[in-house]
């Protein structure tokens, strides 16, 4: 009884026209290319971000660093030579210990960091990366403020940040 049944059902559908096929394909098709789409976007608004986010980090650790040290110094010395100002030397006393900083641009386009403590080299090590250009004003302190431009491109995203640091008194 029961395949009576199904042979009356299979016998009375008649199956899908070449018009629906084309249809259901057409539908498919648009479902397909807005999600490969919507997975592109995503993949390179994440690979944007994520570069524009590294040009934002190196150019906030040059300004830590350098902001770090230009706070201590007594005294800040540019390369007037170079338009850009590097190498920046710092200096300080601080217990009959001589401190020394220095700062220098390589041409990997890295701002390197050399510490001396008495004329001994302690440390030296990179601060920053991918920078296009790191800037000193000409004159140190000028207009009572030590202003130095910092700019990084990673990936085509680039982060520029202008640091102005009021040197501490007595320097």
Not at 2 to 25: D, F, S, Y
Not at 74 to 102: A, C, M, N, R
Not at 105 to 131: C, K, M
């Given at each position: 009884?029961k395949?009576e049944r199904?042979r009356l059902i299979h016998?009375n559908?008649?199956?899908i026209?070449?018009?629906?096929?084309?249809?259901?394909?057409?539908?498919?098709g648009l479902?397909?290319g807005?999600?490969t789409?919507?997975?592109?976007h995503?993949?390179?608004?994440?690979t944007?971000?994520?570069?524009?986010m590294t040009?934002v980090?190196?150019?906030q650790?040059a300004?830590y660093?350098?902001?770090?040290d230009?706070?201590q110094?007594?005294?800040?010395?540019p390369?007037?030579t170079?338009?850009?100002?590097?190498?920046?030397?710092?200096s300080?006393?601080w217990?009959?210990v001589?401190?020394?900083v220095?700062?220098?641009?390589?041409a990997?386009?890295e701002?390197?960091?050399?510490r001396s403590v008495?004329?001994v080299?302690?440390d030296?090590g990179?601060v920053?990366?991918f920078?296009?250009?790191?800037?000193i004003?000409?004159?140190p302190?000028?207009r009572?403020?030590?202003?130095f431009?910092?700019?990084?491109?990673?990936g085509?995203?680039t982060e520029?940040?202008?640091?102005?640091?009021?040197p501490?008194?007595?320097?």
């Amino acid at each position: 009884m029961k395949t009576e049944r199904l042979r009356l059902i299979h016998n009375n559908q008649r199956g899908i026209t070449l018009v629906e096929l084309m249809i259901a394909i057409a539908l498919f098709g648009l479902v397909a290319g807005a999600l490969t789409m919507t997975f592109a976007h995503v993949f390179t608004a994440s690979t944007r971000t994520s570069a524009h986010m590294t040009a934002v980090r190196q150019v906030q650790s040059a300004g830590y660093w350098v902001s770090r040290d230009a706070l201590q110094a007594q005294h800040v010395v540019p390369d007037e030579t170079e338009t850009s100002g590097f190498p920046l030397t710092l200096s300080w006393e601080w217990d009959d210990v001589e401190y020394k900083v220095i700062y220098t641009v390589t041409a990997d386009n890295e701002l390197r960091r050399t510490r001396s403590v008495d004329e001994v080299v302690t440390d030296t090590g990179i601060v920053a990366q991918f920078l296009d250009s790191v800037q000193i004003e000409p004159m140190p302190y000028y207009r009572g403020k030590l202003t130095f431009t910092v700019v990084a491109t990673v990936g085509g995203q680039t982060e520029q940040r202008v640091y102005e640091l009021i040197p501490r008194p007595g320097s």
